[in-house]
């Protein structure tokens, strides 16, 4: 059962699962109707920068995901994973924050900021009738280079008028290397010395590690990987490694474009089709937010205490609690 902790954060004791043979539902998709919202920046009241948002249209209250897209990549190609994540109750709002050209570290994680702030004013006037967002229920994730911009959001290298309650890191990366660092420069490879008070998930990648070819670069380089930023975090938080699976082996099969093209060739992907590994990632971001915005614990604690039931293999699962 969980509980409130101290500073708010949900406790799960995960000492107190039952016997073996749990099983969980949340890699396939969840019950709730779904729509796909494109919003542009036109209008008066419009948001800073160009939106996916993918809503469940029942009626009701729903706890709201700000999701960060990676690098030269486009928020579209993250269709499949976060459709299933809002089909359980999740409202999602998904950025596109630069366009072919990079800009700065700084200047994306202002632009995240700066929507983030548009939440609170126009989100709701986006979303389907009798649809409201829960913005004291509000969770920021990204992939790659926008999993490093997550983290640095979360730990305040830009200011925002709301407040995260939870945070997923998928596949995160801060650079090139440990002396190649990205900025904001936010690891300083000392084992928990993120300053941040929320529940973190990072999910890494068994492959990303390593190279396509002998003149690619590794696309989730060791010492700046999800290992590192795990390593930084405070608890609770949590790691998973999708060991036969690659840093874009979440993205959705064929995506347009000619940037869709190019990311099926830039790292090393696993061999299997990729529908395992975007059931995997959808089912760990609700489970995790489920457990941490609603208190709702048996699927998370199930997937925690028996890796097996997962659609992939994880190797290893770590984790600390509070």
């Known amino acids: 059962m969980a509980v409130l902790a101290a500073k708010g954060i949900i406790k799960i004791d995960l000492k107190t699962t039952g016997s073996s043979g749990s099983s969980t539902s949340v890699f396939e998709t969840g019950s709730l109707s779904v729509s796909s919202i494109h919003v542009d920046t036109s209008n008066i009241g419009s948001p800073p920068k160009p939106l996916l948002i993918i809503s469940p249209t029942d009626e009701g209250t729903y706890p709201v995901l700000l999701f960060l897209h990676g690098f030269e990549l486009r928020n579209i190609f993250y269709t499949r994973i976060l459709r299933h994540i809002s089909s359980y109750g999740f409202i999602v709002v998904a950025p596109q924050l630069y366009g072919l050209i990079p800009p700065s570290g700084i200047k994306e994680i202002r632009s995240a900021a700066a929507v983030t702030n548009w939440l609170s004013t126009g989100l709701q006037s986006m979303l389907p009738e009798k ?190 609690e509070s």
Do not use: W
């Open 131 to 320: 649809v409201k967002p829960d913005l004291q229920k509000l969770a920021i994730s990204g992939h790659s280079r926008g999993g490093k911009a997550a983290f640095a959001l979360a730990l305040g290298y830009a200011e925002t008028s709301l407040k995260f309650s939870a945070l997923v890191g998928l596949d995160p990366v801060g650079g090139k290397g440990k002396c190649c660092q990205t900025d904001p420069k936010i690891l300083t490879f000392l084992p928990h010395s993120f300053n941040l008070t929320i529940p973190v998930c990072v999910i890494g990648t068994g492959l990303g590690g390593e190279q396509r070819n002998c003149i690619k670069c590794p696309c989730a380089p060791d010492g700046v990987n999800h290992v590192e930023f795990y390593s930084e975090s405070k608890p609770p938080c949590y790691h998973f490694v999708i060991s036969d699976y690659g840093h874009m082996d979440m993205l959705d099969d064929n995506p347009p474009g000619f940037r869709g093209v190019i990311s099926g060739y830039t790292c090393k992907n696993g061999n299997g089709p990729r529908d395992p590994m975007r059931k995997y990632v959808g089912g760990i971001f609700v489970a995790f937010l489920k457990a941490y915005l609603d208190g709702e614990t048996a699927d998370f604690k199930a997937i925690v205490n028996e890796p097996d039931l997962a659609p992939v293999k994880l190797d290893p699962v770590e984790f600390i």
